[in-house]
């Protein structure tokens, strides 16, 4: 906006990434919640059309739920996750196969995880109604609190400064590391139960064939980066690099350079290293 872009115009274009995990109601009202205060803070930034006010956001059921111990036990969490994204609003989706609390998913496990939402697509009639839990007191309730709680933390966020202050101070990696504690010790004490981890375990775990990457892979991308560099122009990659070194240390807009820098052919790595050379790479200090 600082730059004069039409807020109506760039504000269709955003979209967010989020997470589904495995309480269904909870899940649901946390993506209705995030709906709704996106729209208000659209509208307080001055936005006027609807579209530019609706939040597009693409949802992955949670890899952090997902267990080793009985790993087709997973099929029925992402099926869960799906249902949550779905008829929270999403409007992408993607499902996790069963394995990979184990590796990389398996060609089994990622069709699994293809036709779980083609099932939910085409047979559950999930898809058919848009917010199709709006008005029940628990749902309404639910998303209530979610949101309020939500408005809480922001606040808190802003008044430190905003996200970047936040993270400087270690306030959001606290947050994270104190939920994530209080978690895992609901689990060790049984107050949370994990079908197959705490409670339901089975004495002979079940075998999942694991997945291995072949090398040709690795020899193959080699080779074709190899290539790639005999085949551009060495001076222009050169100068182009340097340039956007030159505007990332002036704190100019790089994304003009960057496009450039890749449709000469400089590398992902190539560009990365050069932004290395100006930011450093983020430790943590606390």
């Known amino acids: 906006m600082d730059r004069g872009l039409d807020i109506n115009v760039f504000g269709k274009r955003l979209s967010f990434f989020f997470n589904a995990h495995n309480n269904l109601f909870e899940e649901i009202a946390k993506f209705r919640a995030a709906r709704r205060m996106w729209a208000k803070i659209m509208k307080e930034l001055g936005a006027t059309d609807p579209k530019a006010m609706m939040l ?24 869960i996750q799906a249902l949550a994204a779905i008829m929270g609003g999403t409007q992408s989706l993607h499902t996790n196969g069963y394995d990979e609390a184990l590796n990389l998913p398996s060609e089994e496990a990622a069709t699994i995880a293809l036709r779980i939402q083609q099932i939910a697509a085409f047979e559950s009639g999930v898809p058919d109604t848009a917010d199709p839990l709006a008005g029940s007191f628990f749902v309404e309730t639910l998303t209530n609190e979610v949101e309020a709680e939500a408005w809480n933390l922001l606040n808190r966020i802003d008044g430190m400064g905003g996200s970047v202050s936040a993270i400087e101070q270690g306030f959001i990696q606290a947050e994270i590391a104190k939920s994530a504690y209080a978690y895992q010790r609901k689990i060790e004490t049984g107050e949370k139960i994990i079908v197959g981890v705490n409670k339901f375990q089975l004495k002979v775990p079940a075998f999942i064939p694991g997945f291995k990457v072949d090398d040709s892979i690795r020899r193959l991308q080699s080779e074709k980066i190899i290539s790639l560099k005999k085949n551009r122009n060495p001076a222009r990659c050169d100068s182009i690099l340097q340039e956007l070194n030159d505007k990332a240390s002036n704190g100019d807009n790089i994304i003009p350079t960057v496009i450039e820098a890749v449709e000469n052919y400089c590398t992902l790595g190539e560009i990365a290293d050069t932004l290395r050379e100006v930011f450093g790479e983020y430790k943590c200090p606390f």
Do not use: E, M
């Open 56 to 79: 597009r956001f693409h949802t992955q059921t949670g890899g952090s739920t997902l267990t080793a111990q009985q790993p087709l036990n997973n099929i029925s969490r992402v099926t």
